[in-house]
């Protein structure tokens, strides 16, 4: 669906600065490319998001890590930081909540505006796609600041990859707003986006291409997969999909007897009454 | 010596735009600092200790701070001279919506926050309107496409104006507005004046008569259904 975009394609470097007590960061560049997906981990308050947040400002050494972001090798033109519509990034923020005044299409309305006017076609689109992360069902009429903080975390996602619509995707935690977060993850994929994703979730940790480890707020180590870890990725898996299994009983308002396998025996809804 | 008027609501981000425009200024660019606001106000004290410049004070009291920052404009401009300051930074208090303190010659920055409401910059049009830059403060607290609807809320106002996106508690961004501080020309010789048009305020409850309604009072007033106010008196 935002696979027939026409952007042009982005190499972005991250040149790196000092981490809390002002020593050098453990790498010198990280050069992120199409098709690319990094995931970023580290305790809370190790500097993740400082991170992607100096990605989604091109910095150039004026925040707090000193850090340098260059697209195609130089510093980005200025329309690319100060425009919206030139920006080649979208960014998810972990911000569960949305304080503008407007309903969510007006919202999106005046995203449109900002990002590429004369799209007006895409609300529906963009409401249909939010509501397939999301168990509650989001409209076009809802007050942006009415929206809970899993309706906000998947509006915003569906509203990056298609009003947005750009090479560079980053996202701060989107595990953590009760989303489906599978579901997210093939909708990103498959373009020939560079996906950024800061996580606590083992699976998505790990199935990256590249895993940044952030300690200090500061970049420790990049540690890039070498096989090694498939299986420890296919048992994830498994467990994985166990536990959702097991999550959506629980939501759904089922009552468990005895261990997980008779947890996972259960058929949704079974000895519940709900709706 | 270049001149500096700052402007926006109370609790903007004001003070911290100004502190990260002082620590980023050119060695050469010696500031002073002005603040004017109604009743309360530590910048100046704040100020003086951070970076050791000469600050001073003005409340206005039972006058509008922009009308006061107007009235004091010109001493503080031979403050600063005198002192061989070649910078004057004031601070409005911004608590005047109708009035601007933009004058010709000065660099005018309006300071609005980005958690401010959507509608803000529609309510406060003719401090943006009248400004040269708009900073938009505390874009860490938001979502990407928060500030961007928030951004194209204040072009709706202000079709063309430079607008600076910043968490000026860190300076993020602000290498946009030091450019444009950098590009501004020093006062040239030619008389300050007002950018705007003061607004009428002349009636009778600016003079002290507290009764309610038009029919007790003179000079502009207005009635519920008229859509203009008029003027009554001689
Ligand atoms: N997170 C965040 N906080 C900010 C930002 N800008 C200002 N603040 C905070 O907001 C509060 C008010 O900022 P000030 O700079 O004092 O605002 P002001 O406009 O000078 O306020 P008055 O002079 O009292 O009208 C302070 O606690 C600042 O630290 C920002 O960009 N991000
Ligand atoms: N390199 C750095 N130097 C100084 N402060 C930093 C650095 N990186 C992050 N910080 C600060 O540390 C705090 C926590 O960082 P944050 O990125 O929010 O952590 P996380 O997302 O990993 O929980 C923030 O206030 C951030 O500004
Ligand atoms: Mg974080
Ligand atoms: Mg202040
Ligand atoms: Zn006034
Ligand atoms: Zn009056």
């Not at chain 1, 989604?56 to 850090?67: F, I, K, M, S, Y």
């Not at chain 1, 007006?120 to 509501?131: D, G, H, Q």
């Not at chain 2, 007002?194 to 507290?210: A, E, H, Y």
Request: hydrophobic share 40%.
């Amino acid at each position: 669906m935002t696979q027939k975009s026409t952007i042009p394609e982005f190499t972005l470097t991250i040149q790196s600065g000092k981490n809390r007590f002002g020593e050098k960061e453990g790498f010198d560049c990280i050069v992120i490319r199409p098709g690319d997906t990094l995931s970023i981990v580290g305790p809370t308050g190790s500097g993740k998001s400082a991170l992607i947040n100096d990605i989604e400002t091109l910095a150039q050494g004026d925040t707090v890590t000193g850090r340098y972001i260059l697209i195609n090798g130089e510093v980005p033109p200025e329309s690319f930081v100060r425009e919206p519509a030139f920006k080649p990034i979208a960014l998810i923020t972990q911000n569960t909540r949305c304080l503008a005044d407007l309903s969510v299409e007006e919202f999106l309305i005046m995203h449109i505006r900002a990002r590429r006017p004369g799209r007006e076609y895409l609300l529906a689109e963009t409401i249909n796609l939010a509501n397939t992360f999301t168990g509650e069902e989001i409209s076009l009429k809802s007050r942006m600041s009415g929206l809970s903080g899993g309706q906000t975390r998947a509006f915003m996602i569906a509203d990056a990859l298609i009003i947005g619509d750009t090479p560079i995707l980053l996202l701060d935690e989107i595990e953590n707003a009760g989303i489906f977060k599978n579901r997210v993850m093939q909708s990103i994929q498959g373009g020939n986006k560079a996906v950024v994703l800061v996580t606590h979730d083992p699976y998505l940790a790990l199935t990256a291409d590249r895993r940044i480890v952030m300690r200090y707020g500061g970049v420790s180590s990049i540690i890039e997969p070498t096989g090694q870890e498939q299986d420890l990725v296919e048992d994830l898996a498994l467990i994985d999909e166990r536990l959702n299994k097991i999550r959506e009983k629980i939501r759904l308002g089922t009552a468990f007897s005895s261990g997980s396998s008779e947890a996972l025996m259960i058929a949704v809804g079974q000895g519940v009454t709900y709706k | 010596m270049k001149l500096l008027i700052i402007a926006g609501p109370p609790s903007g981000g004001k003070t911290a735009v100004i502190r990260q425009i002082i620590k980023n200024l050119p060695e050469d660019a010696l500031p002073a600092f002005l603040k004017i606001d109604v009743v309360h106000a530590t910048e100046d004290v704040e100020l003086a200790e951070e970076f050791g410049i000469p600050v001073k004070k003005v409340y206005s009291g039972d006058v509008c701070p922009d009308h006061m920052g107007i009235l004091v404009l010109d001493d503080a401009l031979n403050w600063a001279k005198s002192l061989s300051r070649n910078t004057l930074i004031i601070e409005s208090a911004g608590l005047c919506l109708r009035c601007t303190p933009y004058t010709t010659g000065s660099l005018g920055i309006a300071v609005i926050s980005a958690i401010s409401g959507t509608n803000s910059p529609l309510k406060m049009a003719p401090l943006l309107a009248l400004a040269d830059v708009a900073v938009v403060t505390k874009t860490d607290l938001i979502s990407q496409a928060e500030k961007e609807v928030f951004r194209e809320s204040i072009r709706k106002v202000v079709p063309s104006i430079d607008i600076v996106e910043t968490n000026a508690v860190q300076g993020t961004g602000l290498r946009y507005l030091m450019r444009r501080i950098d590009n501004h020309p020093d006062m040239g010789s030619e008389p300050v004046v007002l950018r705007g048009s003061p607004p009428l305020g002349v009636c009778t409850i600016c003079i002290g008569k507290k009764e309610i309604g038009w029919k007790n009072h003179f000079g502009v007033i207005r009635p519920l259904d008229m859509p203009e106010p008029i003027y009554r008196g001689d």
